[in-house]
């Protein structure tokens, strides 16, 4: 059981936009921790896509956004294509465990 | 081009130890903090260990803790986990991570992923 949870599978058709929602505790993502999302494609290795809650990377598309409140933090990602399919992690802090968490994971299909 | 390559992973049996290594490229290692992250079979991602810039601050995972040894050597452009008494838990591909600054800090995220290195571990 991930300290932050995501959905396992959200989907969406081609040019649609899809959510993908992280949520954590007054530990982590709300004692203000950033939150930072990673697409990994099958069969390769996790590639940085979101950081600080809402900054993307050189080279990330702007079809790509996060953003965070609360005890929460969202990635969307706008007009889908098939190359976006993959899997995609949230990660943050958490001050009682003192370590690095990531979320479950969450498999995004397109239709 | 930052590239980060994994080696030394293989089949060990439970309670035996395996040394990975992570060779750096494309860019100023003795400048950043850098982790080890795993991934188990069909599972998702979870920390192990980051260290420093220097050396000076390393952390570990509670699951590895006491068994699992982070170091690096700046003269080689080199990150190492020394794993002891090996579980089948341990079971992963294993991931170096480069961090964007010279601490491990809990703000940080990982900016640049190697390919993995596996270790099965199995009788």
């Known amino acids: 059981q991930s300290v932050l949870t995501q959905p396992p599978s959200v989907s969406g058709a081609p040019g649609q936009r899809v959510a993908i929602s992280c949520t954590g505790s007054g530990s982590n993502i709300g004692a203000g921790y950033d939150v930072h999302w990673y697409q990994q494609l099958p069969g390769t290795a996790p590639k940085l896509l979101i950081y600080g809650s809402s900054n993307r990377p050189s080279g990330v598309p702007d079809r790509f956004s996060g953003s965070k409140s609360a005890t929460s933090a969202s990635l969307a990602i706008t007009g889908l294509q098939a190359e976006d399919e993959a899997d995609y992690y949230c990660?943050?802090?958490?001050?009682?465990?003192?370590?690095?968490?990531f979320g479950g994971g969450t498999k995004l299909t397109v239709l | 081009e930052v590239q980060l390559v994994e080696s030394g992973g293989g089949l060990v049996q439970p309670g035996r130890s395996l040394r990975l290594s992570c060779v750096a490229s494309g860019f100023k290692f003795d400048d950043y903090a850098m982790d080890w992250v795993r991934q188990a079979p069909g599972k998702g991602l979870e920390w192990v260990s980051g260290?420093?810039?220097?050396?000076?601050?390393?952390d570990y995972a509670d699951s590895v803790k006491g068994r699992f040894t982070i170091s690096r050597d700046n003269a080689k452009n080199s990150l190492y986990l020394q794993m002891n008494g090996l579980r089948p838990e341990d079971t992963a591909l294993y991931f170096c991570a480069k961090h964007p600054g010279r601490y491990v800090s809990g703000w940080d995220h990982f900016d640049n992923w190697g390919q993995g290195s596996l270790v099965t571990v199995s009788s």
């Open positions: 990660q943050s802090f958490d001050s009682s465990l003192s370590a690095v968490i």
């Open positions: 260290i420093s810039w220097n050396s000076g601050s390393v």
